[in-house]
């Protein structure tokens, strides 16, 4: 059996914040840093935070006011040994590089134990924080299988004994170990490669919510981990 935490501050109950005992309000480091370290006391797999973009009166108060999951990962990672550390990451909303350079640091910080949520993000209302028109639902998939496809590739720039760092030899690279990405899709478009040495895992582990048929399709083609509600 795989355990997993998955993080909501101030709590997934809409009123969770309300009860005598609840540590209420926005950021809080030391309760992340806490939930973090008891869950991998406990033997859990992974400590996982979903994402968002909308905030206001209207909307659940986990998601007005909170961390970057990326950022907050890795101050986590500093404080733990074994446990997985997963986020959220938007294919329709980012770009490639983007991603797969902030994902392979997190696995580099914490020595192989990034993970990817890969989600196309649902709510239309996502897309006026971007200043863009919402994809409909089929073509987000679309759009995010080529999204995954664009980060391996950039994962895969360099070969793992690359960087060799050979003072005798004047040698910080070795020849022949770098790959370019050169893609050309649909929707992404990548030529160079990503700067950094590959990531301790190769790939992170990927992790996708397959709640529709197209999710689930996509999740079953591209996914380590498959989840749903």
Same mark, same amino acid.
């Given at each position: 059996?795989?355990l997993g935490v998955?993080?909501?501050?101030?709590?997934?109950?809409?009123?969770?914040?309300?009860?005598?005992?609840?540590?209420?309000?926005?950021? =809080?480091?030391?309760?992340?840093?806490?939930?973090?370290?008891?869950?991998?006391?406990?033997?859990?797999?992974?400590?996982?935070?979903?994402?968002?973009?909308?905030?206001?009166?209207?909307?659940?108060?986990?998601?007005?006011?909170?961390?970057?999951?990326? /950022?907050?990962?890795? $101050?986590?990672?500093m404080g733990t040994?074994?446990?997985?550390?997963?986020?959220?990451?938007?294919?329709?909303? %980012?770009?490639?590089?983007?991603?797969?350079?902030?994902?392979?640091?997190?696995?580099?910080?914490?020595?192989?134990?990034?993970?990817? =949520?890969?989600? /196309? /993000? %649902?709510?239309?209302?996502?897309?006026?924080?971007?200043?863009?028109?919402?994809?409909?639902?089929?073509?987000?998939?679309?759009?995010?299988?080529?999204?995954?496809?664009?980060?391996?590739?950039?994962?895969?720039?360099?070969?793992?004994?690359?960087?060799?760092?050979?003072? $005798?030899?004047?040698?910080?690279?070795?020849?022949?170990?770098?790959?370019?990405?050169?893609? =050309?899709?649909?929707?992404?478009?990548?030529?160079?490669?990503? =700067?950094?040495?590959?990531?301790?895992?190769?790939?992170?582990?990927?992790?996708?919510?397959?709640?529709?048929?197209?999710?689930? $399709?996509?999740?079953?083609?591209?996914?380590?981990?498959?989840?749903? $509600?």
């Open positions: 059996m795989r998955f993080v909501q501050t101030p709590g997934h109950h809409v009123g969770g914040w309300r009860h005598p005992d609840a540590v209420a309000g926005g950021p =809080n480091l030391a309760l992340m840093q806490h939930i973090a370290a008891t869950a991998e006391r406990g033997k859990f797999d992974m400590f996982f935070l979903g994402d968002g973009f909308a905030t206001g009166y209207g909307e659940h108060p986990s998601t007005i006011g909170k961390f970057e999951p990326l /950022t907050l990962l890795a $101050a986590l990672a040994r074994r446990i997985g550390l997963a986020a959220t990451g938007s294919t329709t909303y %980012a770009e490639p590089y983007h991603v797969a350079r902030a994902f392979a640091s997190l696995d580099h910080l914490s020595g192989g134990r990034a993970a990817w =949520n890969v989600v /196309t /993000t %649902a709510y239309a209302k996502s897309g006026a924080v971007f200043g863009r028109q919402h994809p409909p639902h089929a073509e987000r998939y679309a759009m995010a299988e080529e999204f995954v496809e664009a980060c391996r590739l950039l994962w895969d720039s360099w070969d793992d004994d690359a960087f060799v760092a050979d003072k $005798a030899a004047g040698l910080f690279v070795r020849p022949g170990s770098l790959h370019v990405p050169d893609f =050309n899709g649909k929707y992404f478009s990548i030529r160079g490669a990503l =700067n950094m040495p590959r990531p301790p895992q190769g790939h992170p582990v990927l992790i996708q919510a397959g709640s529709s048929g197209p999710g689930q $399709a996509l999740a079953a083609r591209i996914a380590d981990v498959v989840f749903t $509600a």
